[in-house]
């Protein structure tokens, strides 16, 4: 068994992971990759191999405790499958890293003390991740751990895409945009990088669409602005986030409806997006099967706030060559692409309606001006590539 290294990402009611076997041409191979859903209601334990076949599946008919127990039932069952002597590191999302953490770290007491501070800024992830974190060292203490951030890609912003009109005290102590699904869109770049180098040298905008949705503006493969900012909450509507929303709103529910800050957060984290607009689901799949008129709406919503942010993103790349759909929705739904595309066909961007039904690889006509395509985003592979990096940095190695 070759060795291997574990990437985990740890969110409030799953834990998916991914086990890559570090081969000889240093290539990183899929022995195992699944998830624990159901954390807190009835755990469902899946994982496959590399070609898809199912290597366990368990269910808990009860809570069957939290995060660490499962996640030891997790380490457990990777020693049995990797052997326990043979996991190099585990590597870890952690969402946000503030403007200290630039790159990937070791995780030290003192690094998960800082990232601690950043729990408000985050609250739907940050704090599962940071637990993840105490958790494996707690079980697996002589493996070196390695934090990954969903922020860093995004350090090479230029200031003016970070700044807030805000008095400069306040940005000085971090009060900034950052932005978030780094991890994702650093993924794609160099996926992009490979597949077309010359879209990748180019002005090209990402659109992770999933539960959560943000959109990217790469100049060259580098990120030079986003939709999310200080938090996770901006920019586009999501499963239950509310996207971008005037701060006088934020205002109005504490001093005019007397909301407390806490029944604020859930509103805005929880109860809104596509969930709040339609009071039907937050799942893109359930909206577009509903025969609702609200479900209809709220799926309306999501496009033409993707269509105006993208406008914007445009603005800021001054032109674009590509763009590039990307996680559940967008790999997933021909339909969502479909209507995105249609509001940005002012910019000479033509789908080609059976490529974009196939879910082709690129989805644009020949004729099209902006290139589209489509790549599976791999969070889970940038963190364990990230992980080698750090716990053995002499090794050379390809995806
Ligand atoms: P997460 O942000 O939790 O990682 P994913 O990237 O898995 O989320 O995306 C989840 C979203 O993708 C859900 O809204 C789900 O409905 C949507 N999705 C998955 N498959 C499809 C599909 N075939 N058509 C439309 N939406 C889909």
């Known amino acids: 068994m070759a060795d291997a290294v574990l990437s985990l990402n740890v969110g409030s009611s799953s834990i998916k992971?991914?086990?890559?076997?570090?081969?000889?041409?240093?290539?990183?191979?899929?022995?195992?990759?699944?998830?624990?859903?159901?954390?807190?209601?009835?755990?469902?334990?899946?994982?496959?191999?590399?070609?898809?076949?199912?290597?366990?599946?368990?269910r808990w008919e009860n809570a069957a405790g939290g995060h660490e127990l499962l996640l030891d039932e997790l380490l457990t069952w990777i020693d049995k499958t990797a052997?326990?002597?043979?996991?190099?590191?585990?590597?870890?999302?952690?969402?946000?890293?503030?403007?200290?953490?630039?790159?990937?770290?070791?995780?030290?007491?003192?690094?998960?003390?800082?990232?601690?501070?950043?729990?408000?800024?985050?609250?739907?992830?940050?704090?599962?991740?940071?637990?993840?974190?105490?958790?494996a060292t707690a079980l697996r203490p002589g493996v070196p751990q390695v934090a990954c951030f969903d922020t860093a890609y995004h350090q090479t912003q230029p200031p003016v895409a970070t700044r807030f009109g805000?008095?400069?005290?306040?940005?000085?102590?971090?009060?900034?945009?950052?932005?978030?699904?780094?991890?994702?869109?650093e993924y794609v770049a160099r996926a992009l990088a490979r597949l077309d180098p010359s879209m990748a040298s180019g002005r090209v905008i990402a659109a992770h669409l999933g539960n959560?949705?943000?959109?990217?503006?790469?100049?060259?493969?580098?990120?030079?602005?986003?939709?999310?900012?200080?938090?996770?909450?901006?920019?586009?509507?999501?499963?239950?986030?509310?996207?971008a929303i005037d701060p006088g709103v934020i205002l109005y529910l504490e001093q005019a409806k007397g909301m407390r800050a806490e029944e604020v957060q859930q509103l805005l984290y929880e109860d809104s997006g596509l969930l709040g607009v339609s009071g039907v689901s937050s799942d893109m799949r359930d909206l577009l099967a509903s025969p609702a008129e609200s479900a209809r709406q709220a799926v309306e919503l999501f496009v033409y706030r993707i269509a105006r942010e993208a406008g914007a993103l445009v603005s800021s790349l001054a032109g674009l060559d590509g763009?590039?759909?990307?996680?559940?929705?967008?790999?997933?739904?021909?339909?969502?692409?479909a209507l995105v595309c249609e509001r940005l066909a002012w910019l000479g961007l033509e789908?080609?309606?059976?490529?974009?039904?196939?879910?082709?690889a690129t989805i644009s006509t020949a004729n099209s001006r902006v290139t589209v395509r489509i790549i599976p985003t791999d969070e889970e592979r940038m963190i364990a590539m990230h992980t080698l990096d750090i716990i053995t940095p002499h090794r050379a190695r390809t995806a």
């Open 17 to 58: 992971f991914a086990l890559y076997g570090v081969g000889s041409t240093d290539a990183l191979e899929v022995i195992a990759a699944g998830k624990i859903e159901g954390i807190g209601s009835s755990p469902h334990f899946i994982a496959r191999d590399g070609s898809g076949r199912i290597l366990v599946e368990r």
């Open 351 to 360: 789908i080609d309606a059976q490529a974009n039904a196939a879910g082709a």
């Open 323 to 337: 763009l590039v759909f990307t996680a559940g929705i967008g790999e997933n739904s021909p339909a969502i692409r």
């Open 166 to 185: 805000i008095p400069r005290a306040l940005s000085d102590e971090g009060i900034r945009r950052y932005g978030f699904h780094g991890l994702s869109y």
């Open 212 to 243: 959560g949705a943000s959109l990217c503006a790469m100049a060259g493969g580098r990120s030079i602005d986003t939709t999310m900012g200080f938090t996770a909450l901006d920019g586009l509507v999501m499963g239950t986030r509310c996207g």
């Open 83 to 135: 052997g326990a002597e043979r996991l190099l590191g585990i590597g870890h999302r952690v969402v946000h890293g503030g403007a200290g953490f630039a790159a990937p770290v070791r995780i030290t007491e003192r690094a998960v003390a800082a990232l601690s501070a950043f729990i408000p800024l985050a609250p739907l992830h940050q704090p599962h991740n940071l637990a993840a974190i105490q958790a």
